[in-house]
């Protein structure tokens, strides 16, 4: 079980290290340019994750639909469905490339950005959110990828995106400068866009991932929706949006938290939104074994559900729920030891090295009990289990994390580490509901066949 888990974890695991790694390289060209620079481009970063999470639960439902097919054996109606995902890309990518593009003035004003920081933050939103078909397409068939144990496809053109975006960065952000390198003096063009050019590099690496992972969908021997109908499949689509449509209102209603819970943040000024983004930044490489072990649990739940294989699917929520907690207990620690050079690589400013690396330092002690969340909600999505997560995450970010900010910020007077403070009392309260469900045994649909046939 551990080998079958690690070759559908690290090429997950390898894909979000690059993107991370993408991250980092962003953050800090970016972070060259200045504070109010750095500030312009995380203020509406939360936006960015309610409006993806809206595709990835598109594509959840899709996961669960096709990995208990494919794990039935029922190759035809895996096919099918894949079909069906082109077309519901195409509809959710052209949907929201029209709302995003129409909003984009509007919601860093929403989100309470600095003025003076307004309309370069407006204009960095309105360049990311042109390809959004192309981004969609590569959320939705990278799941269903997945979904049937290709975890490398969606890896190599990860990859792809992450060295054009940094060749990109390079030429777009910079001006016409020269640059010595072992001793030789070279020009070296640039067009010196600054914050729009990272916005532009970034859009021009989406809509290549886009291409390519639609061709490598479509070229793949068991999944290609080649010569599969486009037309709305109800026996299809309703399963996948039973599953969807929980996992939808769960990223909405989190997401929205985020934004609010940033828009608070924002509200604090530059050196807190800053430090707030960097730290951001930061703990997201720490995150990468959580949500390579998502992956894999939520393929291999799903395909011993379609399969109908008890045993096994007991087996992988024994084998991984401890692996993932040993992961994040090493990642948490490495986080608490470096955080402090980890920011100074994106920032200068010493009060937003201070900010940065006391929040992160808080963050990692509770590093190894989010990732029981993170692990279980993986192996709900493959079993097609997504309400209760949705009612955990939902309540947990309104009731902690956005309510308890709300009273530390605007009526204690307390600034970012307090907004920090809260949302790991959100990260810990989900760690105590999920392993409820997890020790009981109530994530597994299996277990809840069998009672029902014992009684």
Request: glycine share 10%; net charge positive.
């Amino acid at each position: 079980m551990l080998g079958i888990i690690f070759s559908l974890a690290w090429p997950t695991m390898l894909e979000q290290f690059m993107q991370t790694a993408v991250q980092y390289i962003d953050t800090a060209m970016v972070g060259s340019l200045g504070t109010e620079a750095t500030a312009a481009v995380g203020a509406t970063g939360t936006m960015t994750w309610l409006i993806m999470g809206l595709v990835s639960a598109t594509g959840v439902g899709f996961l669960a639909f096709i990995s208990q097919a494919y794990g039935a054996g029922q190759f035809d109606r895996a096919k099918c469905a894949s079909g069906q995902a082109v077309s519901v890309a195409l509809i959710i990518g052209i949907v929201l490339t029209v709302v995003t593009l129409s909003l984009s003035d509007a919601i860093p004003r929403w989100m309470h950005v600095d003025p003076k920081i307004l309309p370069i933050a407006s204009s960095y939103f309105r360049i990311i959110y042109f390809p959004m078909l192309f981004r969609a397409a590569s959320i939705i068939f990278g799941t269903i990828l997945r979904s049937v144990g290709d975890t490398k496809t969606p890896m190599r053109v990860g990859i792809i995106m992450n060295i054009t975006n940094v060749v990109l960065n390079y030429l777009l952000i910079y001006p016409m400068r020269t640059i010595t390198l072992f001793g030789f003096s070279m020009p070296m063009v640039g067009a010196g866009w600054g914050v729009e050019g990272a916005a532009a590099a970034s859009a021009a690496a989406f809509a290549i991932g886009g291409i390519v992972m639609t061709i490598a969908l479509w070229k793949h021997p068991e999944i290609s929706p080649k010569g599969q109908s486009l037309k709305p499949d109800m026996h299809i689509l309703k399963p996948c949006f039973k599953v969807a449509i929980p996992n939808l209102f769960q990223r909405l209603g989190t997401h929205l938290g985020y934004v609010v819970f940033a828009s608070m943040i924002n509200a604090l000024g530059d050196i807190s939104t800053a430090a707030h983004t960097v730290a951001n930044t930061v703990e997201s490489a720490f995150y990468i074994p959580g949500w390579g072990m998502q992956a894999a649990a939520a393929t291999l739940a799903g395909n011993a559900y379609g399969a109908r294989d008890g045993e096994r699917l007991k087996r992988i929520g024994k084998t991984i729920v401890p692996l993932e907690i040993t992961l994040m207990i090493i990642s948490g620690g490495l986080l608490f030891i470096f955080a402090r050079p980890l920011v100074g690589i994106f920032s200068k400013d010493p009060e937003v090295i201070r900010l940065g690396t006391t929040v992160l330092r808080m963050v990692a002690v509770s590093e190894p009990f989010y990732g029981v969340p993170i692990v279980v909600e993986g192996m709900m999505q493959g079993v097609g289990k997504t309400t209760t997560p949705l009612v955990f995450n939902v309540t947990g970010m309104w009731s902690v994390r956005i309510l308890g900010t709300f009273i530390c910020t605007t009526f204690l007077g307390m600034g970012l580490i307090s907004a920090w403070a809260c949302m790991i009392g959100h990260n810990l309260l989900l760690f105590v509901l999920f392993s409820i469900l997890f020790l009981t045994g109530t994530w597994n649909p299996m277990r809840t066949h069998r009672s029902e046939q014992k009684s």
